[in-house]
Nanobody, 124 residues
Framework: QLQLVESGGGLVQPGGSLTLSCTASGATVDYYAAGWSRQVPGKKREGVACISSSGGSTKYADSVKGRFTMSRDKAKNTVYLQMNSLNPEDTAVYFC?????????????????WGQGTQVTVSS
């Protein structure tokens, strides 16, 4: 059974940076597109970024474009989300997931597997 475990969340000041990691175990994710989404209590989960199975294509939500970068390392079965210029509106629980369909990867309900999430808090 595929399991995804996120790490790297924490407290950061506005303008700061964090890098989230998501490592898969139990199966390879080489043939899946992968993505990050985030959720604030009481709000709908929002797709943030996603990457194709090859790593050659990425998509970003308008709210993070130019600030966040998603990448993957197949040798480590791991995907990353580099987050720069963080602001308080980025505060949320961040989840990583995998989906077989890159063309739909901006939609969180298209994912087959999700991790448990990692908290990111941006505050002074």
């Amino acid at each position: 059974q595929l399991q995804l475990v996120e790490s790297g969340g924490g407290l950061v000041q506005p303008g700061g940076s964090l890098t989230l990691s998501c490592t898969a175990s139990g199966a390879t994710v080489d043939y899946y597109a992968a993505g990050w989404s985030r959720q604030v209590p009481g709000k709908k989960r929002e797709g943030v970024a996603c990457i194709s199975s090859s790593g050659g294509s990425t998509k970003y939500a308008d709210s993070v474009k130019g600030r966040f970068t998603m990448s993957r390392d197949k040798a480590k079965n791991t995907v990353y989300l580099q987050m720069n210029s963080l602001n308080p509106e980025d505060t949320a629980v961040y989840f990583c997931g995998v989906t077989p369909v890159f063309s739909l990867c901006e939609h969180p309900n298209e994912y087959d597997y999700w991790g448990q999430g990692t908290q990111v808090t941006v505050s002074s």
